[in-house]
């Protein structure tokens, strides 16, 4: 899973030097915190929230389990 | 030509340092660009002798960066996907080839839709604004079939009972697809409503087929809803189950 966010929000970003991504996992769920620089963050979000959207889309769908939710943030 | 993956190697002359680059990069020379950093110098006895440095960067025709962008995303989630690449006029086809590719498409293709969209602004980022489709198997010609029929069947639904069908929210090339398959009905008309990406496709009973079906002001008289049999709700009521219309075997 990271892996696959690193290289996409990478290739997203105008400061791929600045990306940190962050696991922290609790007992219901896997909170993942992507930190990008401030010019970044419309990027990685997009128009209404499209980007993220699709983002979270595709790792609850491939990496998710039954289990636990995965809750992706953008700071 | 776009640029790809840089390298800088150096070696005793130029030569050599370009082909230790082309070797690791795996292309031939015709194929990258060539920056000369430093000259190689003599020296005297070994003093103040210096080494080539060379820059390589590849260049790669637009057809095999975004081949290359797709399946470096897809590697990430799965190494063994293997992709095909139909370039076409002005758009872009990739096919992902490969076992189980389920958990990749996603239900109703939700997931492929999103892997797509997510590509297609990598690419926008390095300036490439090229219409892309990304399809798994040829999911995306089964799925117009389904569509298709569906639009069909929902449509006999609509005159029989004269009664409007809303879709649940579609992406807008499947709303399209839904509106291709009853243009030329005259028992049925299609429209969208709402706003992406919850616009959905409604599909009418055209008012000029006789209403002999439902009354328009319901007759006070009439037994409420509650007390009809299920078989007869079943039958008039449009469910609100999403996703019904998609259901196999109907």
């Not at chain 1, 419309?42 to 983002?55: D, E, H, M, P, S």
């Not at chain 2, 096919?95 to 839709?113: A, D, M, Y």
């Not at chain 2, 449009?238 to 219309?245: A, E, F, I, L, V």
Request: with cysteine; proline share 5%; net charge positive.
């Amino acid at each position: 899973m990271r892996s696959f966010l690193e290289f996409a929000v990478k290739s997203l970003v105008d400061h791929p030097e600045e990306v940190e991504i962050s696991e922290r996992e609790t007992a219901e769920a896997i909170e993942v915190t992507i930190k990008v620089s401030k010019e970044d963050l419309g990027k990685v979000i997009g128009k209404n929230g499209r980007v993220i959207k699709a983002i979270r889309t595709v790792v609850r769908n491939i990496y998710g389990s039954s289990k636990k939710r995965i809750l992706i943030s953008v700071a | 030509m776009i640029k790809g993956t840089a390298i800088e190697k150096t070696g005793r002359s130029v030569e050599e340092a370009m082909q230790a680059a082309l070797e690791e990069l795996g292309t031939t020379q015709d194929k990258v660009e060539i920056e000369v950093l430093e000259e190689p110098r003599q020296g005297l006895f070994g003093l103040g002798a210096r080494q080539a440095r060379v820059r390589v960067t590849r260049l790669l025709t637009e057809a095999e960066f975004i081949q290359e962008t797709a399946k470096e995303l897809l590697g990430k989630i799965d190494q063994s996907l293997d992709l095909e690449c139909t370039p076409g006029d002005g758009s872009f086809y990739l096919n992902i080839i490969g076992q189980n590719l389920g958990r990749v498409i996603g239900k109703h293709g939700e997931t492929i839709n999103s892997l797509q969209f997510l590509l297609q602004a990598v690419l926008a980022k390095k300036g490439l604004k090229v219409r892309t489709v990304l399809d798994a198997n040829g999911f995306r010609g089964r799925r117009e079939e389904t569509l298709r029929k569906t639009a069909l069947r929902i449509a006999e639904r609509v005159r029989r009972l004269q009664r409007p069908y809303t879709f649940p929210p579609m992406p807008p090339m499947e709303r399209r697809l839904i509106h291709l398959a009853l243009q030329n009905r005259t028992d049925v008309s299609t429209h969208s409503e709402g706003k992406e990406p919850y616009r959905r496709v409604i599909i009418e009973p055209t008012q000029s087929t006789t209403n002999n079906n439902k009354p328009s002001i319901p007759s006070p008289l009439a037994p409420s809803k509650k007390w009809l049999p299920s078989f007869a709700k079943r039958s008039t009521l449009p469910s609100k189950n999403t996703y019904r219309y998609l259901r196999k075997g109907r």
